[in-house]
């Protein structure tokens, strides 16, 4: 069955970075585009970006536009979301998703920006 496990978050001050990485199984990993989903207590969860199962087509959230880079290593079947220049606006609980299991959510990794 589908697998997803989200590892990387953690506390970061106003400015500072962070690399978030989504171990998946249990499908075929590069036949999918894969997604990064925040979520914050309260809110819907939103799309962040969005990259392509070769990763020829990525597409970001416009708050992190120029800040937020998303990647994949194919052969690792990993998806990676890094994170510059974060603002408090950033703060949420960070998941990903895929296709091959769109109702399927990990548990996430807590990414808190505060001085």
């Known amino acids: 069955q589908v697998q997803l496990v989200e590892s990387g978050g953690g506390l970061v001050q106003p400015g500072g970075s962070l690399r978030l990485s989504c171990a998946a199984s249990g499908f075929p990993f590069s036949m999918y585009a894969m997604n990064w989903y925040r979520q914050t207590p309260g809110k819907e969860r939103e799309l962040v970006a969005t990259?392509?199962?070769?990763?020829?087509?990525?597409n970001y959230r416009g708050s992190v536009k120029g800040r937020f880079t998303i990647s994949r290593d194919n052969a690792k079947n990993t998806v990676y979301l890094q994170m510059d220049s974060l603002k408090p606006e950033d703060t949420a609980v960070y998941y990903c998703n895929t296709l091959a299991a769109p109702t399927y959510w990990g548990r996430g990794t807590q990414v808190t920006v505060s001085s």
């Open positions: 990259i392509t199962s070769y990763g020829i087509d990525l």
